[in-house]
């Protein structure tokens, strides 16, 4: 699509194509001007951003806008019919797709689930579903699983492997919504460990964590693109969701002010030490905040090591 497009509108600091500095350089996956058709009508076109490592790019947009189309052409899994998309090479994608093909009628175990898409260590298992805080349920049959717990199978699924590129439809579908808040931690704390790049479908932006360092908001074609706080002030955006969405719309950002220890004991951000964490001892920061928080059951104590709060439009907590 030209930059001349009626629908590709420049809003101020939301650039129709220009992704932050940091895509420009060390870019795992780049789709430049991508175009997919199918049954003689263009499920997207003129679709171009990258990936870096390290970086969060979260696709939104309504039902049918292209976003799973979009995230399967970036992994290979559709060829685009106009424009090209360029990998690194020896590029490692770790897939959670938005539609799953399981017989629940059979019985199928987490661990089991792990290697449905290829052999793995059983270390390789145990360190994933560490990581996705689940190794408790390695022998738990699938069909039993939470939303939230199921999430985090796939999510380990992905991860096992070490990807260079993780690429999350929906991560958070059948999630409730401290569960969802927990899991963009989770999928944050991954990106900060292994230092992946990250593409997230989203289906609109109040479930989008302000972590995501790029949203792209499409509609066929892309809308707007730029931080969560930018997308959600554009004009694309506002005419896709309505004006009322981004005004009543809250970027939720948290922030971790105290550490669990192994040792059970509460590290604090003035690092002192306690035996527990409570709002009332003073070590926590402006616990006003509505919400402020959601209940943790491994803080043991009633508080969260999660805060929530919500923000104004455009306004940006600290990180
Ligand atoms: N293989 C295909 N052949 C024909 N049409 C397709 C094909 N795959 C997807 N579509 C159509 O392309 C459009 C975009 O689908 P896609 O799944 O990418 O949207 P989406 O933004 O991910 O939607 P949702 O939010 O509902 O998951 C839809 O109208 C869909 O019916």
Not at 199 to 224: K, Q
Request: contains cysteine.
């Amino acid at each position: 699509m030209s930059e001349t497009d009626a629908h590709s509108h420049t809003a101020p600091a939301v650039s129709r194509t220009g992704a932050p500095a940091r895509t420009a350089n060390d870019a795992l996956v780049t789709l430049r001007e991508v175009g997919i058709r199918r049954s003689g009508r263009w499920l997207v076109r003129g679709v171009d951003f990258s990936v870096s490592r390290g970086e969060i790019v979260t696709l939104i947009g309504p039902n049918g806008s292209g976003k799973s189309t979009t995230a399967k052409t970036a992994i290979g899994v559709m060829k685009p019919d106009e424009g090209r998309v360029e990998k690194i090479g020896g590029l490692k994608v770790g897939y959670v797709p938005q539609k799953l093909s399981i017989d629940w009628t059979l019985p199928l175990t987490v661990e089991r689930l792990m290697t449905l898409t290829g052999p793995l260590k059983s270390a390789e298992i145990a360190e994933a579903l560490s990581s996705t805080g689940i190794l408790h349920l390695a022998r738990a049959e699938v069909q039993h699983l939470s939303g939230g717990e199921f999430q985090r199978a796939l999510l380990a699924r992905a991860i096992a492997r070490r990807p260079d590129l993780l690429v999350l439809d929906e991560p958070v579908q059948g999630v409730d919504f401290s569960g969802e808040i927990a899991l963009y931690d989770l999928i944050k704390t991954i990106r900060n460990r292994t230092g992946c790049g990250i593409l997230l479908i989203s289906h609109d932006l109040h479930v989008v964590m302000a972590e995501t360092d790029t949203v792209i908001c499409l509609n066929g074609h892309v809308c707007c693109r730029g931080t969560p706080q930018a997308v959600s002030q554009s004009p694309e955006y506002q005419r896709l969701f309505g004006v009322k969405a981004a005004q009543t719309l809250a970027v939720y950002n948290h922030d971790h002010d105290h550490t669990h220890l192994p040792d059970g004991r509460v590290l604090h951000a003035d690092g002192s030490l306690t035996d527990h964490c409570h709002p009332e001892d003073g070590h926590h920061e402006d616990d006003t905040a509505v919400p402020d928080h959601v209940h943790d059951e491994s803080c043991g104590c009633g508080h969260s090591q999660i805060r929530l709060k919500r923000l104004e439009p455009g306004k940006r907590d600290r990180a």
